[in-house]
């Protein structure tokens, strides 16, 4: 296995017949904000296709509104290669300071829905220590990527940058720079494939899951006697499509035929205000406001599904069942399944 880097006009001194039997992929800065246009940006791409070595795109985000997120999405896809394997916004500190933190979460979306829009696979790069923060846990792309050097993300994601020019990140032909791994369940050909530039019809992605036990089981089916299809280790990150629940647990299909019980598993839920919840019980006071001061206006009477629309503290506001109103988060009963 070669490597995954990502480089950009930092890396100015590329010996490319040496770099190229190390490469598995390279994914190219193509701009800093819609303002500043990576100028090697071609000159590398020319160099990786004359090797056969492929390619994908990132911007880095210096948006200052919804509004200007879609305006630099329109020049990122313009500057871009059509044969970009697939493209990332890139969200750190210098796209926090231009946004602000308020409509962060809001203009990276759009962004990415502005990709997505034109057929293109989108990744999502956010600094590891931003992540939990601003509601960026709530941006759905096709991938996450996530920085972290001397230890893995905290975060479940599909692609990990391990080091960088500055903390050990070296490749024979390219000297100092940006490396990462795939430590999700999405493989490498899944982002180099052929057709990988324009995305084929995805599935709605429910949620994200880190695994939990030091070893599960993934099964074909979601019930235990189902034939084991591989095994996860703990802290490995995947996405989620489906949910099942057999009376004692739930199951999570995180690939075609291939399903995971909510003992081995989390879901990615730190900050989320919004979702569905199952509450495995009945009687539950339903009240005005989040308080055990504010009156009751409903009761849940029915085990079930119930969507999560507000959340305060300790208290989410749900609706489901010809019911609603707010009731108190107690994981003894409620439990995150989307």
């Keep these: 296995m070669g490597y995954i880097v990502d480089i ?3 890396n100015d001194n590329i010996n490319w017949d ?13 701009q800093y904000g819609s303002n500043k246009a990576d100028y090697l940006y071609k000159q590398h ?4 296709e004359k090797r056969g070595i492929p390619h994908a795109a990132y911007a880095y ?7 200007d997120a879609i305006v630099e999405a329109k020049d990122f896809m313009a500057r871009v ?16 300071s231009s946004c602000g933190g308020t409509n962060l979460a809001k203009a990276s979306q759009a962004f990415i829905d502005t990709l997505k829009a034109e057929g293109w696979k989108v990744g999502f790069y956010v600094s590891h220590h931003m992540y939990g923060s601003y509601g960026l846990q709530n ?11 001397g230890k893995k993300p905290a975060y479940a994601c599909d692609i990990w940058q391990y080091a960088d020019n500055a903390t050990g990140g070296y490749v024979e032909g390219i000297g100092n720079c940006d490396v990462n791994k795939l430590i999700g369940d999405k493989s490498l050909e899944w982002f180099i494939g052929n057709d990988s530039q324009l995305a084929p019809p995805q599935e709605e992605v429910l949620g994200y899951l880190t695994t ?3 070893v599960a089981n993934i099964r074909k089916e979601p019930n235990v006697n189902a034939p084991i299809m591989r095994q996860t280790t703990k802290g490995q990150g995947h996405t989620y499509y489906e949910w099942s629940y057999d009376g004692s647990h739930f199951w999570y299909r995180v690939n075609t035929e291939n399903w995971m019980r909510d003992d081995t598993a989390s879901i990615n839920k730190d900050g989320k205000s919004k979702g569905v919840v199952w509450v495995n019980a009945t009687d539950v006071n339903l009240r005005k406001g989040a308080s055990t001061g504010d009156v009751v206006i409903n009761k849940i009477t029915k085990r079930s599904a119930y969507d999560v629309h507000y959340r305060y503290e300790n208290w989410i506001y749900v609706a489901g069942e010809g019911v609603e109103g707010w009731m108190y988060f107690d994981e003894s009963y409620v439990n995150w399944i989307r």
């Design 139 to 149: 941006v759905q792309a096709d991938f996450l990527w996530i920085p972290r050097y």
């Design 81 to 96: 290669s059509p044969n970009a394997k697939f493209l990332v916004i890139d969200v750190e500190d210098d796209t926090l």
């Design 45 to 48: 791409v020319e160099n990786l």
């Design 8 to 10: 950009s006009k930092y």
């Design 212 to 214: 939990t036990a030091d």
């Design 18 to 30: 040496v770099a190229a039997p190390n490469l598995d992929l390279a994914i190219c800065r193509v």
């Design 61 to 67: 985000g210096c948006y200052v509104s919804v509004e």
